[in-house]
């Protein structure tokens, strides 16, 4: 890796909920720069997903956040020839980061209903264990398995 590491920047809680948390999801949805739409789907989206199933809104969020959350990947390395699937550990902030990021895949592969409804869809889903990002995770941890015997390559 050449030059320096990038700092983090500090995360300012959201208005609403006051969470860094949902700030960076409101950011990962944001399109061309329209925070306040992405504010607005994001907002409507956890309120709809807490009415359906009957929780606070933070929680649901977190929740849903924390079900899709990943605990190992595979990162491909290559020992002589050959390229190898090695299973590692996801650090905290790429796991949080990964399962923002397929939960708003799964919400805008989705089709027919306005973005706010299939977001709040995902969550509710999330939030109770199922869905598409969650069966992301499942799939994503059944490679690591899969590929456990090359565990011993770790870098």
Known sequence: MRGKQARKRIIVPDPVYGSPRV????????????????????????????KKVEADPVEVF??????VKPDVEVRSRRVGGATFQIPLPVPKG???ALAMRWIIDAARSRSG?????????????????????????EDTHKMADANRAFAHFKW
Request: hydrophobic share 35%; net charge positive; proline share 2%.
């Open 23 to 50: 700030t960076r999801f409101i950011n990962y949805i944001m399109l061309d720069g329209k925070k306040d739409k992405a504010r607005k789907i994001v907002y409507t989206a956890i309120e709809t997903a807490s």
């Open 62 to 67: 977190d929740k849903a956040i924390n079900s």
């Open 94 to 96: 790429r796991s949080e």
């Open 113 to 137: 209903k306005p973005m706010h409804e299939r977001l709040a869809e995902e969550l509710a889903n999330a939030f109770a264990g199922e869905g598409s990002a969650v069966k992301k995770r």
